[in-house]
């Protein structure tokens, strides 16, 4: 069962422009985890947020953890063909399982 | 160190034969999980180990999946009488577990398994 949803669940955009990937859930999540992922490779981790409200940079990308710790985003600004790829948002319960969300599938166009 | 590997990369089998899948962790990771992704579709958890010991299990780990990590290194994920339905990406992952910090998963690339 996945608890976690995302969307859009497929994105083809222009290089250059900007993009926001929601992960939402009704339940609470310790943490949560986004992934890139190419064909045929495992998930990379990009990072890690904890607490509610958190917001994180990496270069030309923006995550950000719900108040709640139910939902999170992840925009990525000025898009470039190396950003295509499977993004991924997993949540850790109290318990430690991860429960992965139904991926957003970014085709970035020169 | 050269991150989780895992053999063989592709598997094509026969519906009804048993099959083998090897995942070597991260050397200094304790704990291990074994995923299952379809296409289009996120990873599902199926099982996880610390150490040598199998902690947890998912209800979608049918008494034909059985999984070890008898010297709390390697593991092995077996599926005996594959179904066409057991087509899909099995993944591991490794993490170091130490209470109470945090520790990130580490995936390797897969094995893909076609059961034809």
């Known amino acids: 069962t996945q608890l976690l949803e995302q969307s859009p669940q497929f994105l083809s955009i222009q290089e250059g422009e900007n993009l926001t990937v929601y992960c939402n859930s009704s339940?609470?999540?310790?943490?949560l985890q986004w992934y890139r992922q190419e064909p045929g490779e495992g998930p990379v981790l990009l990072v890690t947020v904890v607490t509610g409200g958190e917001v994180k940079k990496l270069k030309r990308l923006t995550f950000q953890f719900g108040d709640a710790r139910k939902d999170s985003s992840l925009h990525i600004t000025a898009a470039q063909p190396g950003d295509t790829g499977l993004y991924l948002c997993?949540?850790?319960?109290?318990?430690?399982?991860?429960?992965f969300g139904t991926g957003t599938s970014l085709t970035v166009i020169p | 160190d050269t991150g989780v590997s895992q053999n063989p990369r592709h598997k094509i089998t026969k519906r009804g034969q048993n099959v083998t899948f090897r995942c070597d962790p991260i050397s200094e990771h304790n704990r291990l999980y074994w995923y299952r992704q379809t296409l289009g579709q996120g990873p599902e958890f199926l099982t996880y180990?610390?150490?040598?010991?199998?902690?947890?299990k998912s209800r979608l780990l049918s008494d034909r999946f059985s999984a070890e990590r008898p010297k709390g290194s390697f593991s092995t994920l077996e599926i005996q009488r594959t179904e066409q339905g057991d087509s899909a990406m099995y993944l591991c992952?490794?993490?170091?577990?130490?209470?109470?910090?945090?520790?990130?998963?580490?995936f390797g690339p897969g094995t893909r398994l076609t059961v034809l």
């Open positions: 180990f610390q150490n040598e010991a199998q902690l947890e």
């Open positions: 997993a949540g850790k319960d109290t318990g430690n399982q991860f429960y």
């Open positions: 992952a490794s993490s170091l577990y130490d209470y109470p910090t945090y520790n990130e998963q580490f």
């Open positions: 339940s609470v999540f310790s943490s």
